[in-house]
């Protein structure tokens, strides 16, 4: 079975600061890794994924994300955030071969001027 | 090109009662999934359906159904609603099925059960 954690619930950041939002995930297959954002009030679009190759993905609005095997991890940075990045983070695994994708339970950015 | 439509935004219904809350996916996109969304316990699968079929079902109880039609408009049907079922529903629609495809989410279905 997978799973996903997100390490931190919520992260207060001042603006022009760097961000790491953490993603922890477990599976006894290949995996598939997605980062999504959601906006007050908005579904979630996505960020960034990493499906295979180079394990840096670059995404949009100057987001990146690492995809560490050996750790697990698949951690999004940012070197720095602004005011409109305040919404809820979402990292989401899916498998080869799998039949649907699981999301974390989220972590909200909150960026302070 | 129009984006994930769900309809209706906001619904309140009382204990017992049943919904249906329907979804229109991206022209093109075979494949609908329906996720719970809830502040305790964050994105929650439901159920995919590509091409008519349910591909997966997540772990709920049967009163939580779907549907999909042949223009892939999908509809999800709660019957004897719960006040536990107060939630965001969205649904997410891509190409083909959900594994390695981005989602695209619509705004979602907020749902009060009083």
């Known amino acids: 079975a997978q799973s996903v954690t997100q390490l931190d619930s919520q992260v207060p950041v001042f603006e022009e600061a760097p961000v790491e939002l953490r993603c922890n995930y477990s599976s006894s297959v290949s995996v598939y890794l997605f980062w999504y954002v959601q906006y007050p009030n908005q579904g979630l679009q996505l960020l960034l994924k990493?499906?295979?190759?180079?394990?840096l993905v670059k995404g949009i609005n100057g987001f990146e994300a690492e995809f560490n095997k050996s750790q697990t991890s698949f951690h999004l940075r940012k070197p720095s955030v602004h005011i409109s990045d305040t919404a809820e983070y979402f990292c989401a695994v899916s498998s080869t071969g799998g039949f649907k994708t699981i999301f974390g339970a989220g972590t909200r950015l909150f960026v302070k001027a | 090109k129009a984006g994930v439509t769900q309809t209706p935004r906001y619904l309140i219904k009382t204990r017992g009662q049943q919904v249906t809350l329907s979804c229109s996916p991206i022209s093109g996109h075979r494949s609908v999934s329906w996720y719970q969304q809830t502040p305790g316990q964050g994105l929650q699968f439901l159920f995919e359906?590509?091409?008519?079929?349910?591909?997966n079902k997540g772990n709920f109880p049967g009163r939580f159904s779907g549907r999909q039609f042949s223009n892939s408009r999908s509809e999800m049907n709660v019957s004897t609603l719960e006040l536990g079922d107060s939630a965001l529903y969205l649904c997410?629609?891509?190409?083909?099925?959900?594994?390695?495809?981005?989602?695209?989410f619509g705004p979602g279905t907020r749902l009060l059960v009083l």
């Open positions: 359906y590509f091409s008519e079929t349910q591909r």
């Open positions: 997410a629609s891509s190409l083909a099925p959900a594994t390695q495809e981005t989602q695209y």
């Open positions: 990493y499906l295979s190759g180079s394990t």
